[in-house]
């Protein structure tokens, strides 16, 4: 009897301590006390939070550290408290990155990253399946080529997994280490092993060349850090090379880089207003243009998956009358995002701003019409474009007809 009275008395004391605990420190943050010397306290202010949503955070941290059936790491509670203030806003573009994922996000944005460089797509039975294999990349060396299907990474099926980014995650690691292929060619019908050296990998986003009929051609893939000088680049091969019109392929292209897009529709456009954003307290940043331009017709291709930096491009080009948009609707994604590091490695982006077409036109949620309407091969609709031959790119065709007609 006297164990058990020992027992309760001990239950209640620890019930007391708790609670005791989570009043002070509920206390503390309401009224921004600082009771850790200003290295690791969070702090809230009172005037926007109530103290029971305060008390409740300390409770739910005591029941979580307390009650939970396995050790719980309080690094990881705070982790993934921070993700949480950041999912709700209920904003799909303001994002917490865990320092992996910050990592493969600057891969992106850098377009720089350790692999064996090549495009990949999920096929219709799941498989993926090689698009393109970069220029002088290892992927390329070792022999691997458009519609290669991945069955095997390390001598591991693959083929069983749906998420691409799994097994390209797979295939990835450190520089000048060796990763094991197996493909499948289906022009063959049998499989072959490659091992392949990872090698450090500059994604080439830009691309140009010069089609029949002194017309340009430039495919950008996405607007990361290097865009601008890449365009500038091939955009004056083209004019040393005699172009008289430019075809521009927007098509597929998630965006990127605002600062780089403006420097391109700048390079493009006639004296005047780019692009301008507003921030909640409605202060207005605007981006002009000098009295440079393009002196040629301009085609743009777009469809659903051209978004953020291709529509101010986009939206520029329609609003001065520039060039013709060729293709579908654009994505519709009218906001600007600002990215923070942090010393760990993490990283957050926010939305910061709204931005508008010179037409004082904001697209989120929209999207831009083009001025000609082109649907892709219906057997070709839920392929990427770099899918699709371009005997059959309807939409690439229409836009070299109507580059001819304005040359003519």
Known sequence: MDNNKSIITGMISVVLVTAVITFALSFVLFNNFDILGGNNNISFDKKEVSKESVQKFGKIKSILKGGYYEKVDEDKLL??????????L???????FTKEQMSSFSERTEGEYVGIGMNVIMDNS???TIV???EGSPAQKAGLTKDDKIVKVDGKDVTSIKDENLIIKMIKGKENTTVKVTIYRPSQGKTKDLDIVRKKIKVANIKWEMLDDNIGYIKIMMFDNDAYNYFNKGLTELLNKGMKGL???LRDDPGGDYDQVVKIADRLLPEGLIVYTEDKNKVRDEKRSDKRELGCPLAILVNGNSASACEVLSGAVKDHKKGELIGTKTFGKGLVQQVYGFDDG????VTVARYFTPAGIC???IGIQPDIKVD????YKDYPVSYIPREEDVQFKKAVDYIKDKIR
């Open 79 to 88: 982790e993934g408290a921070i993700s949480g203030m950041a999912d709700s």
């Open 90 to 96: 209920k904003d799909p573009y303001t994002v917490y």
């Open 126 to 128: 799941g498989i993926l």
């Open 132 to 134: 393109e294999a970069f």
């Open 247 to 249: 075809i521009i392929d």
């Open 346 to 349: 993490s990283g957050l982006k």
């Open 363 to 365: 697209i989120q949620g």
């Open 376 to 379: 892709v091969l219906s057997k």
